[in-house]
């Protein structure tokens, strides 16, 4: 399995972005995919997950309402639409996918297999 994260970049405070992480190597609709990130100095966190149906999604309480995960199966695409950034949002994003039919809350607890290479987020006030 191999993933490719991409749609980083600078956007102001208020602003939005939109991240992709393109799937391939198996079959994509067998596996959730996880997006966490990790700013400097802190250790990586989880922020939003969807299940592999796609029928089930999962936020950080922080993102709840800003953020919105999605995934399009014809594209083995998931894409993590990402509005009213903050500054506190700068990190670099990852994409990870785990072969699993969890859903929920159980999807922040899983051991992900496999790991995109990360794209950068900057918000600036």
């Known amino acids: 399995v191999q993933l490719q994260a991409s749609g980083g970049g600078l956007v102001q405070a208020g602003g939005s972005r939109r991240l992709s992480c393109e799937f391939s190597?198996?079959?994509?609709?067998?596996?959730?995919i996880g997006w966490f990130r990790q700013a400097p100095g802190k250790q990586r966190e989880f922020v939003a997950a969807?299940?592999?149906?796609?029928?089930?999604?999962y936020y950080q309480n922080s993102v709840q309402g800003r953020f919105a995960i999605s995934r399009d199966n014809a594209k083995n695409t998931v894409y993590l639409q990402m509005n009213s950034l903050k500054p506190e949002d700068t990190a670099v994003y990852y994409c990870a996918a785990d072969r699993t039919t969890a859903t929920g809350r159980l999807m922040p607890l899983l051991v992900y297999d496999w790991w995109g290479q990360g794209t950068q987020v900057t918000v600036s006030s």
């Open positions: 190597g198996l079959t994509f609709s067998d596996y959730v």
């Open positions: 969807i299940s592999a149906s796609g029928t089930s999604t």
